[in-house]
């Protein structure tokens, strides 16, 4: 598909059980991002990956939340023993890699994934 | 550390009325981007314009426009001739060049046009 896909699209989950959301960027995007979504609230920064490497996770809220993306394309997002707090929207984003004088470009986001934690 | 404010929750207007949403952001660096995103209901982020900290030149873009003034650290974006179609909500984001990329948001606006 030409833009980002994520699934499921909507998830329900039992306190405690282990959740896994998945993402696929963007064809040819090297970065991606995950954020979370709380009902009402801006999307909030939880890890991002260039290619393989995750450059950065200063945003996952505890250990129970662990991302990957082994061959530099699909991303998946892990969720541990599932808390309450965990309900929210999870938005998967990728961008093309900043290239020659131009920075930043932007991130395209994909429908995301409801997850409600009963 | 980046903060970005956005004073109104939520905006109600008439259809063909402009309207401008507010954004205020704050960072240490001084370079960074300045993006505005729109959220449908459908819930897919719409990426809408986005400026850099070296270019405070104003611009439209067909019924958009913004203001971005350095000075005040203000990034407002207009909605002229607003439709019915424009309602959703409008996220200011903040990103700061030399980090993760990563996108710092407001709280949202929640702009509702009505006919």
């Known amino acids: 598909g030409a833009g980002v896909s994520q699934s499921p699209r909507y998830k329900v989950a039992k306190r405690g059980q282990d959740v896994a959301l998945r993402c696929d960027p963007i064809s040819g995007h090297v970065s991606l991002f995950w954020y979370q979504q709380a009902l009402g609230q801006g999307p909030e920064f939880l890890t991002y990956f260039q290619n393989e490497a995750q450059l950065d996770k200063s945003g996952l809220p505890s250990d129970r939340f662990f991302a990957e993306r082994p061959e530099g394309s699909v991303s998946t997002l892990k969720i541990q023993r599932t808390q309450q707090e965990d309900s929210a929207v999870y938005l998967c984003?990728?961008?093309?890699?900043?290239?020659?004088?131009?920075?930043?470009?932007?991130?395209?986001f994909g429908p995301g994934t409801r997850l409600t934690v009963l | 550390a980046q903060k970005v404010t956005q004073a109104q929750t939520e905006i109600s207007v008439v259809e063909k009325e402009d309207v401008t949403l507010d954004c205020v952001y704050e960072t240490r660096d001084t370079t960074y981007y300045l993006f505005w995103y729109k959220q449908p209901p459908s819930g897919e982020l719409v990426f809408l314009i986005r400026r850099n900290s070296f270019d405070e030149q104003n611009e439209i873009s067909g019924r958009y426009s913004w203001n971005f003034q350095k000075s005040t650290s203000s990034f407002n974006f207009t909605i002229t001739a607003s439709q019915v179609v424009d309602s959703a909500v409008y996220f200011c984001a903040l990103s700061e060049w030399g980090g993760s990329e990563k996108l710092v948001f407001g709280k949202g606006t929640k702009l509702t046009v009505n006919p």
């Open positions: 984003a990728s961008s093309l890699p900043t290239s020659g004088g131009q920075m930043y470009n932007e991130q395209f």
